[in-house]
């Protein structure tokens, strides 16, 4: 009878101990930056702070766009991305990462956010801000970035978006390798890439933009390295490149500019950059459709079956859950912003 009894009083306590049971915080995970540092997060998907313009597409992509609450992103600068994803609007926009501030990232209860360089990451970090640096400057950084924004954000969609992308990455340079791997230097077109025309910068070597050169059959005109440098009328002369790709955002020179008298705009080579949700030519995840437009009008013999309208759609359609109508995808492989 003792025993009977000791076991029910242990009975009711332990059921009174479960009625007043507290789960415990949830677990901090690791997640490593592009730079190498270990970070620690918490696994309740925390408010983030998208502090690098390329990074934001990145999450929109992988699902993050309804946590995004401070963003380097504004809607006049980059419409596409506001119109893709129009919660973001609801955010503190416009907060370069230069200048942010941990004391009001964390007053928003920022748990998690991303910037362009280490040592941003760090100075952040310093003051409690859970802190990845995602920079990349190679395509396969670029995935790698991808792949630790999905380990970041922890949600089976941003593994699952990351994973199809990757894949959809990896195709494309095996069909570009493939198709290209015959075409000798001398065929390949010195491409140079102007990012802006007033005060006049280009893009030149160590830089994503070289990358994209490169494997889409092209080389960088450029003798420089890094990324908007300095540079004379004089110099591009002397360079004179085959073909001349102008990102969207600079326009094209007037009919007084110099760089009219060039070889690449006589033997219409000059083009505009396609710009969507981030400009193609930059840093984002449409980098994918950007290897493929710069390889049909390098090549055009090699890729006729490429459709860029097409693909501007399926990518959209894939990764955005947009469906661009056919306008749309006009305007953005123009480097034009959506219609009023």
Not at 307 to 318: E, G, N, S
Request: proline share 7%.
């Amino acid at each position: 009878m003792a025993s009977l009894l000791t076991r029910l009083c242990c009975s009711t306590l332990l059921i009174a101990g479960l009625g007043s049971f507290v789960a415990p915080a949830a677990m901090a995970r690791s997640v490593t930056d592009m730079s190498g540092h270990t970070v620690e997060i918490k696994d309740d998907h925390p408010p983030i702070a998208d502090l690098w313009f390329a990074h934001n597409e990145i999450s929109v992509m992988l699902g993050a766009a309804d946590r995004i609450r401070v963003s380097a992103e504004n809607p006049v600068d980059s419409p596409w991305l506001f119109k893709v994803a129009p919660i973001m609007k609801n955010a503190h926009t416009g907060v370069r990462p230069d200048t942010a501030n941990a004391e009001n990232l964390l007053a928003l209860n920022i748990g998690l956010a991303f910037v362009p360089t280490a040592a941003k990451a760090e100075e952040l970090r310093r003051m409690g801000v859970p802190t990845l640096c995602a920079e990349y400057t190679t395509l396969p950084q670029m995935l790698q970035s991808m792949d630790m924004t999905a380990q970041a954000l922890d949600t089976p969609e941003a593994s699952k978006v990351a994973q199809s992308y990757r894949q959809d990455m990896e195709a494309t340079l095996k069909q570009l390798s493939a198709r290209l791997a015959n075409v000798p230097a001398k065929e390949r077109p010195r491409v140079l890439h102007i990012a802006r025309l007033n005060p006049l910068q280009i893009d030149g070597t160590d830089t994503l933009i070289d990358a994209w050169i490169q494997t889409a059959g092209g080389q960088n005109a450029a003798t420089v390295s890094g990324n908007h440098r300095p540079v004379s009328f004089e110099q591009i002369a002397v360079w004179n490149p085959d073909v001349i790709i102008i990102g969207a955002s600079a326009g094209m020179p007037d009919a007084a500019s110099p760089l009219r008298s060039l070889a690449a705009f006589k033997n219409g080579r000059a083009w505009i950059n396609p710009q969507g949700v981030f400009a193609w030519d930059r840093y984002g995840a449409e980098e994918l459709l950007q290897l493929q437009w710069v390889a049909q009008k390098l090549h055009p013999d090699l890729f006729a079956d490429t459709d860029m309208h097409k693909a501007t759609q399926a990518f959209y359609r894939k990764f955005f859950h947009y469906p661009l109508t056919d306008q749309e995808a006009d305007l953005i492989l123009a480097g034009k912003p959506p219609a009023p």
